[in-house]
């Protein structure tokens, strides 16, 4: 088995080595076939100057009778030799421009066959890693939102007053999308810290916005982003809340890379514990862009809440490589404008059931 799948590698090695010669040698064609109609055409037309330098030459001041007779004679026939070299000469940069012209059309078309075929295979490649994307599933339920008993005094304004939400269960990526997938959609990297398996950063709400319409045209899927309240929920552990101030442990070394740890960098995504729901750096590496506009809380409770219907701020959640573990508990909010793009700032999908 192994010996066959190695000739079968080794057969699409030499048929992708014999596309690009045969692509190669088609141009190499063209480019003779071009040179040489360019230097017949250039004979040609040199032909047809002596033609006109033989017509407008005039006959010599002291020859007049016998020898005008004569010099109008000879050329006559010197314009008509002239003029058989010229077509003739004429006739051999047409053919020869129709056959560069054919050996261009043959070159184009066996570039252009090789430029498909590495563009389906650049998007057949993309395809397979934006369906690499693992995910958990969340099971819907009820929490308490904000500043709940386990953040004790830590509570900023904006997470007051804790009031019940539900939601339903929902999808959410394991990692944060990571430079590998953004790349593999969007054929660029905007990070400050680059490597394939670290979080894409410096992106806007916007641009994610984006990115998330590319993706489910790859996929055919519908991912989104995380609502702010579902995020919550699943940063807390769903139904298996241990009642944590972080996101899996009260011990923020274990679960989150942040300033105290992180080395003022950005690290791969899950190199820290998940938490219970198998996943992670829902705090620390980068915050994360959610849905929701950022508005006040208030006492009611919410049924799948998604936020004021417009605003000035974005809200993004979880805390960063930067930051304090002040702003890494599972209630810490934080905004900007859409248009607002940082490193310490990436985001995470969500899919629906």
Not at 33 to 44: P, S, T
Not at 46 to 60: M, R
Not at 121 to 127: C, D, G, P, R
Not at 143 to 148: A, D, K, L
């Amino acid at each position: 088995m192994k010996k066959s799948l190695i000739i079968l590698l080794a057969f699409y090695c030499l048929a992708f080595a014999q596309g690009n010669n045969f692509t190669k040698a088609t141009e190499e064609t063209a480019k003779a076939a071009r040179k040489e109609a360019n230097e017949k055409k250039a004979a040609a037309e040199e032909a047809n100057k002596k033609v006109t330098g033989l017509k407008e030459e005039d006959k010599p001041r002291n020859c007049v009778s016998t020898c005008a007779i004569k010099w109008e004679e000879e050329q006559k026939n010197k314009i008509a030799k002239a003029e058989k070299e010229y077509k003739n000469r004429a006739a051999d940069a047409e053919t020869a421009a129709k056959k560069a012209e054919g050996a261009e059309a043959v070159a184009k078309e066996a570039t252009d066959k090789e430029v498909a075929k590495r563009d389906a295979e650049e998007k057949a490649a993309k395809i397979k890693e934006a369906n690499s994307i693992e995910v958990v599933f969340v099971e819907g339920g009820y929490f308490t939102m904000g500043c709940s008993s386990e953040q004790g005094s830590d509570c900023n304004d904006d997470e007051i007053p804790a009031h019940n939400v539900m939601v339903n269960g929902f999808y959410i990526g394991k990692y944060p999308v990571t430079q590998r997938l953004w790349e593999a959609v969007m054929d660029i990297n905007p990070s400050a810290f680059l490597g394939p398996e670290l979080p894409v950063e410096s992106v806007s709400w916007e641009e994610v916005l984006l990115f998330i319409d590319k993706l489910n045209a790859l996929t055919g899927k519908q991912y989104r982003l995380l609502t702010e309240a579902e995020w919550e929920y699943a940063a807390r552990g769903g139904i298996k809340f241990k009642r944590s101030k972080y996101s899996g442990d009260n011990n923020l070394d274990i679960v989150a890379w942040y300033n105290a740890n992180s080395g003022q960098t950005t690290h791969p995504v899950g190199t820290k514990q998940s938490n219970e729901l198998g996943i992670y750096d829902m705090n620390g590496n980068v915050w994360e862009w959610v849905q929701d506009w950022k508005g006040s809380f208030d006492y009611s409770s919410k049924a799948n809440p998604t936020g004021p219907v417009s605003g000035f701020f974005r809200v993004y959640r979880g805390c960063s490589w930067q930051d304090n573990a002040l702003y890494c508990r599972v209630s810490r909010r934080a905004g900007n404008p859409p248009d607002y793009r940082g490193p310490q700032l990436g985001f995470r999908l969500a899919l629906p059931p």
